[in-house]
């Protein structure tokens, strides 16, 4: 966070050259700001900022939250996932006290974000873009920053224990169906193959996200 202070001046000539100190967080006004999304988190701990001569302060407070995101998996497991971090301050007008601006522009927040995200894990962060707007409540216009991230999500593992393993018992189905076996043994693989078909249906049913108002296409056919 960056801002300015005109009666925060001085100086450096006349206080030894110094150009900046560091300074808690209470001393001076700071912008309150509130994620809208945050259910739970840790508030950090470093709470500091520094002030320049020429009354600018600078604030660098890292943040762990957990944001609430809906989530549309119709294409489970070939499904990208778009989630929103809006940041405003419902304290002060927009138009009169507290306005919001990003400094640095959406590319520059994409390469930083994608060498601050290092996680191999399912997901892979693929996009951010910022919306800045007023939001009107109470007829009055308040400051809005909204990122709006997107992830696509890393398929090879359901590939490989869900979709290949169905589609091995449709194909062994079909032959078993279709071939020269006595109707003994036919029924014999059925049922095999129903069992087989059944295991596959309890883990697809612990491994799909649950929610989303549509349920994916893997899981109904």
Request: proline share 7%; net charge negative; charged share 15%.
């Amino acid at each position: 966070q960056e801002w300015q202070n005109p009666f925060a001046t001085w100086d450096p000539r006349d206080f030894c050259n110094i150009s900046e100190i560091v300074l808690p967080m209470d001393t001076y006004w700071s912008p309150p700001v509130f994620i809208l999304e945050r259910v739970n988190g840790q508030n950090p701990e470093l709470n500091y900022m520094v002030l320049m001569h020429n009354g600018s302060f600078n604030s660098t407070r890292p943040f762990q939250v957990t944001l609430t995101c809906s989530l549309i998996i119709l294409k489970f497991p070939f499904d990208t996932q778009t989630c929103n971090l809006s940041m405003a301050s419902f304290l002060y007008p927009a138009v009169t006290d507290f306005v919001m601006k990003t400094r640095r522009t959406p590319a520059e927040m994409m390469k930083d974000s994608q060498s601050f995200f290092l996680t191999d894990g399912e997901w892979k962060f693929t996009n951010l873009s910022i919306i800045e707007y007023t939001e009107m409540l109470d007829d009055k216009g308040f400051s809005v920053v909204t990122y709006v991230i997107s992830m696509e999500r890393r398929p090879t593992l359901y590939i490989l224990n869900l979709i290949l393993p169905t589609c091995a018992l449709y194909l062994l189905d079909m032959a078993v169906l279709f071939g020269p076996s006595s109707l003994e043994e036919k029924i014999n693989f059925q049922i095999a193959i129903i069992l087989g078909s059944s295991m596959l249906a309890v883990i697809l049913n612990n491994s799909l996200p649950t929610s989303s108002n549509k349920p994916p296409i893997i899981g109904t056919h």
